[in-house]
């Protein structure tokens, strides 16, 4: 007996999502955890994961923060570049701050609490902090000494020309003093939280400084990567911190920089990307030879 055209295109469809399912639902994937299983394939596959004494202490593909429990910096080890992923290296947030050039002025809340730091402020702030930790230069251009951005709000008396009648550091509040005292002969007021100034009229005026052209703390150490996971940081970034892991843990710093040479990776294939420094293998390579006292 020949069965409805309805029922038969029913049942070619069933046989077609069984196929299938079979296919892509079972076999695929089993040919996939078979591929994961081949030998120097499997490390990879169950995450790249770094141990000590047989216990797993972070993966070689994602980097971690090296701080103590209120978010401080632990002098002996290597510290990682800033991290935009969730509260720091959080794979279930990967992502970027999207941020670009032109976040120059911070969002001043009456509450502190829902402050925001514009990419030019949070820069300034690390790159001054970085400086403190490793005794270098912190300053970079369009940063002010207490570490935000150095950005101005400049009014005039016909807009955009005219003379100017108020200025305004819109990134510093009381109890700051104004990184410049006055402007084009008018004196710098410090900003009012919840005061938008560029709403009111006001110029958005970077003001460059004398700050290196080239500052000494590089940029990795500043910007987080597009993933906020990168467990690399730049041979520029590690000779800065040398100094300071070999006077924690009490010895030579040629010792400490043969370490960082010897896990520093070159260019893939020799001309894709730049080298770079695994901090999570640097700081156990550092634990096993060089514990701190």
């Known amino acids: 007996m020949r069965l409805p055209a309805w029922l038969a295109r029913h049942l070619a469809a069933l046989r077609a999502l069984l196929v299938f399912t079979a296919l892509l639902g079972v076999a695929y994937p089993l040919a996939l955890v078979a591929a994961g299983r081949l030998p120097g394939l499997d490390a990879r596959?169950?995450?790249?994961?770094?141990?000590?004494?047989?216990?797993?202490?972070?993966?070689?593909?994602?980097?971690?923060?090296?701080?103590?429990?209120?978010?401080?910096?632990?002098?002996?080890?290597?510290?990682?570049?800033?991290?935009?992923?969730?509260?720091?290296?959080?794979?279930?947030?990967s992502g970027a701050s999207n941020l670009g050039p032109e976040s120059v002025v911070d969002t001043l809340a009456v509450d502190p609490r829902q402050s925001t730091r514009s990419l030019l402020s949070q820069v300034c702030a690390r790159s001054r902090a970085v400086g403190l930790l490793d005794g270098v230069d912190g300053r970079r251009p369009y940063c002010t000494p207490d570490g935000v951005g150095a950005v101005l709000a400049v009014f005039r008396a016909d807009g955009l020309t005219g003379r100017i009648t108020r200025v305004v550091s819109v990134n510093q509040t009381a109890p700051a003093t104004p990184f410049v005292p006055s402007w084009q002969g008018?004196?710098?007021?410090?900003?009012?939280?919840?005061?938008?100034?560029?709403?009111?009229?006001?110029?958005?005026?970077?003001?460059?400084?004398?700050a290196p052209e080239?500052?000494?703390?590089?940029?990795?150490?500043?910007?987080?990567?597009?993933?906020?996971?990168?467990?690399?940081?730049?041979?520029?970034?590690?000779?800065?911190?040398?100094?300071?892991?070999?006077?924690?843990?009490?010895?030579?710093?040629?010792?400490?920089?043969?370490?960082?040479?010897?896990?520093?990776?070159?260019?893939?294939?020799?001309?894709?990307?730049?080298?770079?420094?695994n901090v999570l293998e640097l700081n156990l390579a550092l634990d096993r030879n060089l514990p701190a006292r």
């Open 45 to 93: 596959a169950d995450g790249s994961l770094l141990t000590v004494d047989g216990r797993a202490v972070g993966s070689a593909l994602i980097g971690q923060s090296f701080t103590d429990a209120d978010g401080n910096p632990v002098p002996r080890y290597f510290q990682s570049r800033p991290s935009a992923a969730g509260d720091g290296y959080d794979p279930t947030a």
């Open 186 to 210: 008018v004196p710098v007021e410090l900003a009012q939280p919840g005061e938008d100034y560029r709403a009111a009229g006001g110029l958005v005026t970077p003001v460059r400084g004398d």
């Open 214 to 277: 080239h500052p000494a703390v590089p940029a990795d150490a500043v910007t987080a990567s597009g993933s906020g996971l990168d467990p690399h940081i730049s041979p520029a970034y590690a000779a800065i911190q040398v100094a300071r892991v070999a006077r924690e843990r009490g010895v030579d710093p040629a010792v400490v920089r043969r370490l960082v040479a010897e896990h520093t990776t070159g260019r893939t294939l020799g001309f894709m990307g730049a080298p770079a420094v």
